[in-house]
C-alpha cells in the first residue's frame, strides 16, 4: 500500500491536526481513539456495539491471543478478522506490556523474552522475529515492534539497557518485517521511561529504522502526569510530521485534549471499559459513580448531553439498581457510554481543528468537566 498516511488539517495555534491511515480494512481518521479489546473483544460490547458508536480499530493483545485459542485455530478461521468477526481495522500489541504487567512469570534475554503462561503454567519463548510472524499471520492491519516497558520509578541504568535492548528488537523486528514482504504497517515504539537523554535517543535511533508509526511507550505506569506531559511534549516535535503518533496506554479525557494539542494522533487505554465496568461513568460534567447511594432516585439520564443508547434509554437510578442487584446489563451499559463518550472527544476535538476554534473548544469543554457537583443537579 503506497499511502499510508495522509494530514487533512491542522490547528493554526497548536500543534492538533487532522489526518487519515489507510489499512487493508478501511480508512482511519485522526486523532483516534483505540478500545482495549485483549482477547479480540471490548469487553461486554458487541461488533455491532463498536459500530454503532463509530470505532473503526480496536486493539487487541498477541501474548493473550497466542495462548488462548492459539495462532493455529485463529489461521484456520482465516485470520483474526474472520475469527472475530470485525470488519474494520485492528492493531495487536506485540506483548511488550506483558514485559512490565507480568514480571514474575518472565525472563528477558538479548534474544527475547520466556514467558510461563498465567493459565497452565507452560513455558513459550518470543523472539523478535517470532513476534512479528505471529502478528502477521493474526491478519493486524497495523503491528508493533517487542519491546520493553519498564516500571516507574526504574534506575538510570536499567533503562539504559532495556532501552537497548528495545533497539536491538525493533531492528531484528523491521528485517523480519520486510522478508515476510507484510501488508501490514509496522510501527516502532520509543522507551527511555522519564530520562530525557534516553527518551531522545530511544527516538532518534528508532527513526532511523524508518518504521510506518511512532509509539510511545513506558507511559502510564505510574509516573506523575506532569512528567509524562513533559515527555510527550519534549518529544513529539522531533517525531516526522509524516507519520501516525501513537501515545500507548492514555486515554483519560484530559490526556487526550492535551496530548493532540501536542500533535499525537492515536490513543488507548483500559480505563474507560474498566472503569465502567466498576460503575464509573465519564460524563459531560466530570465523573459520575453510580454505585453511590444519591443515584438511587435520580432519574436523570447518566449526562444529559449525551446522545447514547445508554443516556437515551436509561436513568442514574436504573443502572445503580442494575449495579447492586448484579446485572452484567450494567456493566454493557456504562461500557457503551464511556466508550461512546471518549470516541466523542475525538470527534469534538477533529471539528473544532477543522473550525479553527480548537482552543476554545477546550476551555468549554473544561469548564464544564470540572465544575463541581454540577452532576447532581441535572
Not at 152 to 160: A, D, G, H, L, T
Not at 161 to 186: G, M
Not at 242 to 258: A, C, S
Request: glycine share 8%.
Amino acid at each position: 500500500m503506497d499511502k499510508k498516511f495522509k494530514i487533512d488539517s491542522k490547528c493554526k495555534f497548536t500543534d492538533a491536526r487532522i489526518g487519515r491511515i489507510y489499512t487493508q480494512h478501511g480508512e482511519i481518521q485522526t486523532p483516534v481513539f483505540m478500545p482495549v479489546a485483549t482477547q479480540s473483544t471490548v469487553k461486554t460490547l458487541s461488533n455491532l456495539d463498536l459500530i454503532q458508536i463509530g470505532v473503526d480499530i480496536f486493539i487487541t493483545n498477541t501474548y493473550h491471543l497466542y495462548l488462548r485459542p492459539g495462532i493455529e485455530t485463529i489461521v484456520k478461521a482465516g485470520g483474526l478478522h474472520k475469527f472475530c468477526g470485525w470488519t474494520k481495522s485492528i492493531i495487536t500489541d506485540s506483548g511488550g506490556y506483558q514485559l512490565y504487567s507480568l514480571t514474575k512469570l518472565r525472563k528477558i534475554t538479548e534474544d527475547g523474552v520466556e514467558f510461563q503462561s498465567h493459565i497452565d503454567g507452560s513455558l513459550h519463548f518470543f523472539s523478535p522475529e517470532k513476534i512479528i510472524e505471529i502478528q502477521n499471520l493474526l491478519g493486524a492491519d497495523i503491528i508493533v515492534c517487542l519491546d520493553e516497558c519498564v516500571s516507574y520509578p526504574s534506575i538510570y541504568e536499567y533503562v539504559k539497557t532495556s532501552t537497548e535492548l528495545t533497539l536491538k528488537w525493533a531492528k531484528r523486528c523491521k528485517l523480519r518485517f520486510n522478508e515476510l514482504n507484510s501488508k501490514n504497517q509496522l510501527f516502532g515504539i520509543i522507551q527511555g521511561s522519564t530520562y530525557d537523554d534516553l527518551r531522545k535517543y530511544s527516538l532518534e535511533k528508532t527513526l532511523q529504522l524508518n518504521f510506518d508509526g511512532y509509539a510511545f511507550g513506558g507511559l502510564s505506569v505510574g509516573e506523575p502526569k506532569q512528567i509524562m506531559y513533559e515527555i510527550i511534549e519534549k518529544n513529539t516535535c522531533l517525531l516526522p510530521e509524516n507519520k501516525p503518533r501513537y501515545v500507548m496506554g492514555v486515554g483519560l479525557p484530559e490526556d487526550i485534549w492535551y496530548c493532540v494539542e501536542k500533535g499525537i494522533d492515536m490513543f488507548d487505554c483500559i480505563i474507560p471499559t474498566r472503569n465502567g465496568r466498576n460503575g464509573q461513568a465519564f460524563t459531560s460534567y466530570g465523573k459520575v459513580n453510580i454505585k453511590n447511594s444519591i443515584y438511587k432516585n435520580d432519574f436523570a439520564p447518566l449526562d444529559i448531553e449525551c446522545n447514547c443508547f445508554t443516556c437515551r434509554n436509561y436513568t442514574r437510578a436504573y443502572i445503580h439498581h442494575l449495579f447492586h442487584a448484579g446485572e452484567i446489563l450494567a456493566l454493557r451499559l456504562l461500557t457503551f457510554h464511556n466508550i461512546f463518550f471518549i470516541i466523542g472527544i475525538t470527534n469534538k476535538i477533529k471539528e473544532a481543528i477543522k473550525k479553527g476554534n480548537f482552543l476554545e473548544e477546550k476551555k468549554n469543554f473544561f469548564e464544564k468537566y470540572n465544575s463541581k457537583n454540577k452532576n447532581e443537579k441535572f
